[in-house]
């Protein structure tokens, strides 16, 4: 129960982390840094690391052959959700169907990525 605990507040504070990311004005950061498309990468890893501690959560919940499909599908949900809320409640930054699709690439990744970590060492976190 305590690790259970420990993995909602890690998902929670993650998902905060995101959320503030995605919807605040970001300005010059990273500007110095030549890599193109580097934003891609950061939607990716965002996204990456949602899945891996939601699933790290919710994977200890009675729902486990089921669950993994529920974090994708949620991480995707919330991705699409903050590309319309950066349309909707921002004025410096747009919706890009590019930044979904890092998202999900990310999150797909991460659920691939937590799924073979588990197989392998067939343990539950």
Known sequence: MHNKRIYLWLA??????????SLATMGD?????????????????FYFI????????A????????????VL?????YGILMEICQGIFTSNRAPDIMDVLANSLGA???????SLILKKYKTTP
Do not use: M, Q
């Open 12 to 21: 929670l504070i993650w998902t905060c982390i995101v959320t503030i990311l």
């Open 29 to 45: 950061v990273g500007s110095s840094i030549p890599i193109e498309n580097k934003d891609k990468y950061v939607h990716f890893t």
């Open 50 to 57: 949602f899945v891996v501690v939601w699933f790290l959560f």
């Open 59 to 70: 994977n200890r919940t009675k729902i486990r052959k089921k669950i993994k499909w529920v």
């Open 73 to 77: 599908f949620s991480a995707v949900g």
């Open 108 to 114: 797909i990744t991460g659920l691939l990525f937590i």
